[in-house]
């Protein structure tokens, strides 16, 4: 097991959620989403673009080679069920796929590689939430209050394509030599000015080969652009 990880214990799948896009009513017009999850119980194939019976509604901005797979930590629950203490959580109410036991952002990397059931995965970027989550709480608030607590999770590409379940352990097999915690991506995405430090983790970003292009291209342009202080 990685050091980085050696403290979270053995580490594994709680829940895998898949759900198909449906139409919902937000705000006096109808939105079809991908966002609505449940979990499954019996075992599913990870594919290439994502699991068996999950799809997105857009797949300009989820889904897709870079988030075949969305995975948020059980931790974070706890921190939600206080902020949202009027409300039920089910597992993959964030719309997450995998529920997963410990990875928080600071301890997962960009290109950490996990084998899990018979898959093979790797680490390619956090979430950026999008609109679509205040529908799924019915609060036009929480897109916000999701990224600023900094519990955003993180996608995963397929590597090798296989069967995954609930029980299943996440083992990790590999990091990428210049990897970059992903909760340091988040941060990066919206800080305002960038110190020294900034610039090299940004830099090493751009270097981890399962870093999306989108994403390199975002952050080359913010080292062209944004003011920069020691």
């Known amino acids: 097991m ?7 214990g053995k580490m594994k799948v709680i829940s895998v959620n898949t759900g198909l896009p449906r139409e919902v009513k ?3 017009r109808t939105v079809t989403t991908g966002i609505f999850k449940e979990p499954v119980l019996s075992r599913v194939s990870l594919r290439k673009l994502n699991l068996d019976g999950d799809g997105q509604a857009d797949l300009s901005v989820h889904g ?9 930590s059980f931790v974070h629950y706890d921190y939600w069920k206080r902020e949202l203490s009027d409300r039920e959580l089910p597992m993959g109410i964030f719309g997450e796929n995998f529920t997963l036991d410990g990875f928080l952002e600071d301890s997962v990397h960009l ?19 999008c609109y679509k989550l205040g529908i799924r709480f019915e609060a036009d608030d929480m897109v916000k209050r999701f990224f600023l607590s900094g519990r955003t999770g993180f996608y995963l590409a397929v590597v090798s394509e296989g069967e995954v379940g609930a029980g299943d352990e996440v083992n990790v097999t590999s990091r990428d030599p210049n990897s970059v ?12 000015r960038y110190s020294n430090a900034d610039v090299a983790w940004v ?28």
């Open 2 to 8: 990685d050091a980085a990880y050696e403290d979270e």
């Open 26 to 28: 937000w705000h006096g």
């Open 64 to 72: 897709g080679q870079y988030k075949a797979v969305y995975c948020y």
């Open 111 to 129: 290109g950490d590689e996990f084998s899990i059931g018979s898959a093979e995965v790797v680490v390619t970027q956090p979430r950026l939430p």
């Open 181 to 192: 915690p992903v909760s340091e991506i988040t941060r990066l995405y919206s800080e305002k």
């Open 203 to 230: 830099r090493r970003a751009l270097r981890v080969a399962a870093f999306p292009e989108s994403w390199k291209e975002y952050f080359r342009e913010r080292l062209r652009q944004i003011p920069t202080f020691g």
